[in-house]
């Protein structure tokens, strides 16, 4: 019975400091903010609100034991610190391939310092509510509270306004690839690690990306594409990593090894996985693409895939000449022909462009606009596969690549 009643106890205050957490997150939405002005609440009030609740979780609140006996903190820790250093690695190899930006936040001796109060406080503050929760709702181990606790972790995190502003489904899309996602997987390890090790393992590990991202003078200029794919794959990655650790360390799993898998063997696995989706998304300069007829034959013959490189400025349009195959859009269509006139009248350029395996010249002039690269290199009939699949929803049209 005295269990029982702790128990409760335990949760009404965890159901407090969630509605705490909640009340803060619907100011942080409201026109209280736009009267005060953001800058007040977002430096000021907002970190205050959250290291004020660490503070009664801490000193005045009684104390919760996690789930599992913290018996490898160290090692949890350690763990934390590699996801992180890992996550801001794969960021800045990002950068390297799209370009860096200069940071929007103040980096004076008086800016970096407020930062770090700013992120400081409200780390603290949110790891600390995370790890009461957990604490308090799972004396046994509950996917579904787990899951509870990701959600809340991650929406309260997402400025209602920024949903508001999208104005379709494709930014609504990208939104959600760019940020949400992004932010749930993060939610999920962080939670993982604070069940495993305690707040400071997620302390650990969200702190180093807040850190890189408000500390950097000079940040990763990557394309949504980018963003989504490190921000997904590599909590999601850490997490497999250190739950299997976990277990084997605690024996929870039968087939326990003595020697724990090395980050080095699952690591290049993760970057060959992230290089290999931006390569088919078309982040790098060169990216494939798979033909759907035979318009190019022999040259180019259905499935086949073909790799273009990507024409970055005017410069590397104007080069081009007769006999050059270039790839470029028309309407929705990407369509991939030779060039067989060059057409300049005053300051503008065009194309008359043919499909080697047509009959007559191409109607449409292609514009400098429309075009998307130049073709590299043909590799046959690795397409096959996509084009299966494309072709039930093809245009009948002999000059498509898709």
Not at 70 to 85: E, K, L, P
Not at 298 to 322: A, H, N, Q
Not at 333 to 345: D, K, P
Request: overall charge positive; glycine content about 8%; proline content about 3%.
């Amino acid at each position: 019975m005295l269990g029982e009643i702790k128990n409760s106890k335990y949760k009404k205050i965890t159901i407090f400091l969630g509605l705490m957490l909640i009340i803060l997150y619907g100011i942080e939405n409201s026109l209280i903010v736009n009267r005060m002005g953001s800058s007040i609440f977002n430096y000021w009030i907002k970190p205050g609100y959250l290291i004020i609740l660490a503070f009664l979780i801490q000193y005045k609140l009684p104390k919760i034991h996690l789930v599992d006996k913290v018996r490898y903190q160290s090692t949890v820790y350690a763990w934390a610190f590699n996801c992180g250093i890992i996550y801001i690695s794969m960021q800045i190899l990002g950068g390297v391939i799209q370009g860096f930006g200069k940071s929007p936040y103040s980096h004076t001796l008086i800016g970096i310092l407020t930062n770090v109060l700013v992120i400081g406080s409200t780390l603290i503050g949110r790891e600390s509510i995370r790890a009461y929760m957990i604490g308090s709702f799972m004396r046994k181990s509950n996917k579904w509270l787990l899951g509870f606790i990701v959600l809340l972790m991650t929406l309260t995190d997402i400025r209602i306004s920024k949903f508001m502003s999208l104005g379709d489904l494709e930014s609504l899309t990208i939104f959600c690839a760019e940020t949400v996602l992004p932010e749930l997987c993060n939610n999920l390890l962080a939670t993982y690690l604070v069940l495993y090790g305690g707040k400071l393992a997620s302390i650990i590990y969200l702190g180093i990306i807040e850190g890189a991202m408000w500390l950097s003078p000079i940040l990763p200029a990557m394309n949504w594409l980018g963003k989504g794919v490190v921000g997904m794959m590599i909590p999601i990655v850490c997490l497999i990593y250190v739950t299997n650790a976990y277990l084997k360390m605690n024996k929870k799993v039968k087939s326990y090894k003595e020697k724990q898998e090395k980050l080095w063997q699952w690591v290049p696995q993760a970057v060959g996985s992230i290089l290999f989706i931006w390569f088919v998304a078309g982040v790098f300069t060169v990216y494939p693409s798979v033909i759907a007829t035979g318009s190019m034959e022999p040259l180019i013959k259905p499935g086949d895939v073909i790799l273009i490189e990507k024409v970055k400025d005017l410069e590397d349009i104007k080069i081009l000449d007769v006999g050059d195959v270039i790839q470029f859009r028309r309407e929705d269509i990407l369509i991939t022909h030779r060039i067989v006139e060059v057409l300049q009248e005053d300051a503008s350029l065009g194309y008359r462009t043919k499909g080697d395996n047509n009959s007559a010249i191409d109607r449409q002039i292609v514009k400098v606009e429309d075009i998307k690269g130049i073709l590299k290199r043909v590799i046959p009939k690795v397409g096959w596969p996509t084009l299966i699949f494309k072709s039930r929803g093809a245009d009948s049209i002999d000059e498509v690549a898709f």
